[in-house]
C-alpha cells in the first residue's frame, strides 16, 4: 500500500504562486506514473497535470497549461506541482495521486480511474 501525502496549499491573492509536493512513501516511486487533479465545491474531480515515471513526458489540462509545472525527484519520492499566475477558478482541493507504470516510463494519465493511490489532499484559496 503506498501513501500519499500533499503538502503546500493555503490562501493567496490572484496573481500569485504556490507549489505543491506530494510525498510517497514507497521505494519504487520511480516506477509509478503521478498526477494532480483538483475539486471544487459541486464539481467532479478534474484533471490538472501529469508526469511519466521518468520525468520525461507531462501532460496538462488546457486551463492550466503555462502557469502550472508538474515536476518529480525520485530521489525524494516527491512529485510537484508550481502553481503560477493563480486566479479564483484555481480555488479547489488538489489531490495528487500514482499508478504503477513499470512497462512504460514515458505513459502519463490524465483520467482518475488510471490511478490506484490517492493522497488527502491540500486546499487551496485564492483570493480575488
Known sequence: QVQLVESGGGLVQAGGSLRLSCAASTRTFSLYAMGWFRQAPGNEREFVAAISR??????????VKDRFTISRD?????????????????????YCAGAESP???????ITPSQYNYWGQGTQVTVSS
Request: charged share 15%; glycine share 6%; hydrophobic share 35%.
Open 74 to 94: 525520485n530521489a525524494k519520492n516527491t512529485v510537484y506541482l508550481q502553481m503560477n499566475s493563480l486566479n479564483a477558478e484555481d480555488t479547489a482541493v488538489y
Open 54 to 63: 521518468s520525468g520525461g513526458s507531462t501532460a496538462y489540462a488546457d486551463s
Open 103 to 109: 512497462a512504460r516510463p514515458r505513459l502519463t494519465m
